[in-house]
């Protein structure tokens, strides 16, 4: 990513977003754990995005910022919801995807709020000299949703998509599968710095090829409204 200066203009579009994506992912969770029996007094409060308790000042507000000023990329998320496991493995995975499904959810709403604003004229989708810096953020602010779409599906413990693998283990498998979760995270952090100092330009290249499909969705639905 460029200069630092950049990047702090980058940090107020993708950090609200962050906020807005991780507080949903957590209320997807919440909500049907709720819905699906478990009723535990810290489960109620869950169930909406709009509170407080969703946020976790160093995971969903300082680790962020701090990597999109020093790396150009931001990754970090909500508080966790501790959803019972009594509930049993098959429901687990339910609420597990749900909050995945929230991501989708609120990338596709910015998409649209995103087209809403290049068609009434507030963002400018120019490719002449390269994107202007207010409609790059706004499409990373997009992307941001679906990158933790992905990421929470992995099925590596302990992202959502470890909860569906689960569903299918017997017992005690699922328990050791369970156990590699703190050197999964490890591994993953290890991987992010191999990522950043070694292959820094190949993964921003990836990027600028997402964004510019991303551009051209944004473009053919402004298009379509029209």
């Not at 976790?56 to 962020?64: G, R």
């Not at 202007?132 to 602010?141: E, I, K, P, R, V």
Request: net charge neutral.
């Amino acid at each position: 990513m460029g200069d630092f200066g950049l990047r702090l203009e980058m940090l107020g579009w993708t950090l609200a977003m962050l906020v807005i994506t991780s507080c949903v992912h957590e209320a997807g969770h919440a909500w049907v754990a709720w819905r699906l029996g478990d009723r535990s007094e810290a489960i109620r409060p869950r169930t909406t995005p709009f509170t407080f308790k969703h946020i976790s000042l160093p995971f969903t507000i300082i680790l962020p910022s701090v990597m999109m000023l020093v790396a150009g990329m931001m990754m970090g998320g909500a508080k966790p919801v501790h959803v019972r496991t009594a509930i049993g493995p098959g429901k687990m995975a339910a609420v597990a995807i749900a909050g995945p499904i929230g991501n989708i959810v609120c990338g596709i709403l910015a998409l649209i709020a995103v087209v809403a604003m290049v068609h009434g004229g507030w963002l400018l989708p120019t490719m002449d000299l390269g994107f202007d810096d207010q409609y790059m953020f706004a499409l990373q602010a997009v992307l941001l949703n679906f990158m933790l779409a992905a990421l929470n599906l992995l099925p590596i413990p302990p992202f959502d998509g470890s909860r569906i693998v689960a569903m299918f283990l017997p017992e005690r498998a699922r328990q050791i599968y369970y156990s590699f979760t703190i050197p999964a995270i490890i591994v993953l952090v290890g991987f992010f710095f191999l990522v950043y100092f070694f292959f820094e330009a190949e993964f921003m290249s990836v990027i600028q090829a997402v964004l510019l499909d991303l551009h051209n969705i944004v473009l053919t639905l402004r298009d379509w409204v029209k």
